[in-house]
């Protein structure tokens, strides 16, 4: 079965800058697609961004275009998500998943806070 393990969240001030990170293990992490999501309180999950399983394409919501960069690194089974320019309204839990087809896994969440 396969597991996901976020890690890096925290509480940063307006303007700063997080890394998170998460480590994939008991599938084949290359062959997989992952995505970070997260979820204010309140609010419905939503995608924030995505890459390929060779890590040559990615997406990435409107709302963190230009301050959040997702990579990954196949061979530490790790993607992560370089945060910038962090703003109150990136207060959220966040969450990777991994995608194949209809397979699907997802970690257990990171809490990023964005307060001064």
């Known amino acids: 079965q396969g597991q996901l393990v976020e890690s890096g969240g925290g509480l940063v001030q307006p303007g700063g800058s997080l890394r998170l990170s998460c480590v994939a293990s008991g599938f084949t992490f290359s062959t997989y697609a992952m995505s970070w999501y997260r979820q204010a309180p309140g609010k419905e999950r939503e995608l924030v961004a995505a890459?390929?399983?060779?890590?040559?394409?990615?997406n990435y919501a409107d709302s963190v275009k230009g301050r959040f960069t997702i990579s990954r690194d196949n061979g530490k089974n790790t993607v992560y998500l370089q945060m910038n320019s962090l703003k109150p309204e990136d207060t959220a839990v966040y969450y990777c998943?991994?995608?194949?087809?209809?397979?699907?896994?997802w970690g257990q969440g990171t809490q990023v806070t964005v307060s001064s």
């Open positions: 890459i390929n399983s060779a890590g040559r394409r990615t």
């Open positions: 998943k991994a995608d194949f087809f209809a397979v699907n896994y």
